[in-house]
Protein backbone atom coordinates (compact mmCIF):
# COMPACT_ATOMS: atom_id res chain seq x y z
CA UNK A 1 0.00 0.00 0.00
CA UNK A 2 1.04 3.11 -0.82
CA UNK A 3 0.18 6.89 0.13
CA UNK A 4 0.01 10.00 -2.40
CA UNK A 5 -0.74 13.23 -0.62
CA UNK A 6 -1.19 16.15 -2.72
CA UNK A 7 -2.94 19.68 -2.41
CA UNK A 8 -0.79 21.86 -0.21
CA UNK A 9 0.66 25.55 -0.93
CA UNK A 10 0.74 28.61 0.20
CA UNK A 11 -2.31 30.61 1.35
CA UNK A 12 -2.79 33.50 3.69
CA UNK A 13 -4.23 34.10 7.45
CA UNK A 14 -7.85 33.36 7.36
CA UNK A 15 -8.27 31.35 4.01
CA UNK A 16 -8.86 27.73 3.24
CA UNK A 17 -6.92 24.88 2.11
CA UNK A 18 -7.96 21.28 1.16
CA UNK A 19 -5.03 18.46 0.91
CA UNK A 20 -5.46 15.18 -0.18
CA UNK A 21 -4.56 11.73 -0.13
CA UNK A 22 -4.96 8.63 -2.25
CA UNK A 23 -3.85 5.39 -1.48
CA UNK A 24 -3.20 2.59 -3.88
CA UNK A 25 -4.36 -0.86 -2.70
CA UNK A 26 -3.72 -3.82 -5.63
CA UNK A 27 -7.24 -5.52 -6.47
CA UNK A 28 -7.58 -8.76 -4.96
CA UNK A 29 -5.32 -7.50 -1.81
CA UNK A 30 -5.68 -8.93 1.06
CA UNK A 31 -4.94 -5.17 3.10
CA UNK A 32 -7.82 -3.09 4.31
CA UNK A 33 -7.21 0.55 5.46
CA UNK A 34 -8.38 1.06 8.86
CA UNK A 35 -8.24 4.10 10.78
CA UNK A 36 -6.78 7.10 8.04
CA UNK A 37 -5.86 10.32 8.82
CA UNK A 38 -2.86 13.55 9.15
CA UNK A 39 -0.14 14.34 10.83
CA UNK A 40 1.83 16.88 10.99
CA UNK A 41 5.73 18.72 11.50
CA UNK A 42 6.61 22.14 11.93
CA UNK A 43 10.48 23.03 11.46
CA UNK A 44 12.10 22.05 14.32
CA UNK A 45 8.86 20.57 16.06
CA UNK A 46 7.80 16.98 16.27
CA UNK A 47 5.08 15.59 14.25
CA UNK A 48 1.98 15.56 15.74
CA UNK A 49 -1.50 14.30 15.45
CA UNK A 50 -3.73 16.07 13.43
CA UNK A 51 -7.03 14.21 12.45
CA UNK A 52 -8.30 10.53 12.29
CA UNK A 53 -10.71 8.63 10.84
CA UNK A 54 -12.29 5.44 11.01
CA UNK A 55 -13.80 3.33 8.56
CA UNK A 56 -16.99 4.12 9.88
CA UNK A 57 -16.70 7.53 9.80
CA UNK A 58 -15.53 8.27 13.68
CA UNK A 59 -13.30 11.41 13.71
CA UNK A 60 -10.51 12.54 16.31
CA UNK A 61 -9.10 16.12 16.13
CA UNK A 62 -6.05 17.68 17.62
CA UNK A 63 -7.75 20.31 19.97
CA UNK A 64 -5.95 22.96 17.82
CA UNK A 65 -7.54 22.52 15.02
CA UNK A 66 -11.29 21.38 16.45
CA UNK A 67 -13.96 23.75 14.85
CA UNK A 68 -11.34 24.84 11.66
CA UNK A 69 -11.08 21.49 10.18
CA UNK A 70 -12.79 18.57 8.82
CA UNK A 71 -11.74 14.81 8.00
CA UNK A 72 -13.16 12.89 5.62
CA UNK A 73 -12.84 9.96 3.53
CA UNK A 74 -14.60 8.04 0.57
CA UNK A 75 -13.87 3.99 1.07
CA UNK A 76 -15.07 3.34 -2.20
CA UNK A 77 -11.65 5.28 -3.67
CA UNK A 78 -9.24 4.84 -0.32
CA UNK A 79 -8.77 8.35 -0.37
CA UNK A 80 -8.57 10.88 2.70
CA UNK A 81 -8.98 14.61 2.92
CA UNK A 82 -8.72 17.25 5.30
CA UNK A 83 -10.64 20.40 4.88
CA UNK A 84 -8.68 23.34 6.78
CA UNK A 85 -10.41 26.61 7.26
CA UNK A 86 -9.58 29.96 9.35
CA UNK A 87 -5.57 28.79 8.95
CA UNK A 88 -2.96 31.13 10.82
CA UNK A 89 0.48 30.92 10.61
CA UNK A 90 0.56 28.51 13.29
CA UNK A 91 -0.53 25.91 10.96
CA UNK A 92 2.07 26.02 9.30
CA UNK A 93 3.77 22.42 8.79
CA UNK A 94 4.43 19.60 6.32
CA UNK A 95 1.24 17.53 6.66
CA UNK A 96 2.08 13.89 6.21
CA UNK A 97 -1.04 11.20 5.55
CA UNK A 98 -1.26 8.24 6.99
CA UNK A 99 -2.94 4.70 7.09
CA UNK A 100 -3.21 1.57 9.75
CA UNK A 101 -2.93 -1.58 7.17
CA UNK A 102 -5.00 -4.58 8.32
CA UNK A 103 -3.67 -7.70 8.54
CA UNK A 104 -0.71 -5.98 10.58
CA UNK A 105 2.18 -8.07 9.91
CA UNK A 106 4.69 -6.17 12.49
CA UNK A 107 2.56 -4.73 15.09
CA UNK A 108 2.50 -1.76 16.30
CA UNK A 109 4.19 -0.29 13.61
CA UNK A 110 1.21 -0.86 10.64
CA UNK A 111 0.89 2.74 9.71
CA UNK A 112 2.09 3.46 6.16
CA UNK A 113 2.99 6.87 5.23
CA UNK A 114 2.70 10.00 2.28
CA UNK A 115 5.31 11.60 1.17
CA UNK A 116 4.23 14.91 2.92
CA UNK A 117 2.79 18.35 1.64
CA UNK A 118 3.55 21.73 2.37
CA UNK A 119 1.42 24.38 3.98
CA UNK A 120 2.33 27.51 4.19
CA UNK A 121 0.23 30.36 6.00
CA UNK A 122 1.61 33.62 5.62
CA UNK A 123 0.36 36.48 8.12
Known amino acids: VQLQASGGGLVQTGESLTVSCAASVDSGSIFTLARMGWYRQAPGKQRELVALITKSGATNYADAVKGRFTISRDNAKNTVTLQMNRLNANDTSVYYC???????????????WGQGTLVTVSS
Open 98 to 112: TAEVLPCFKPPDCNV
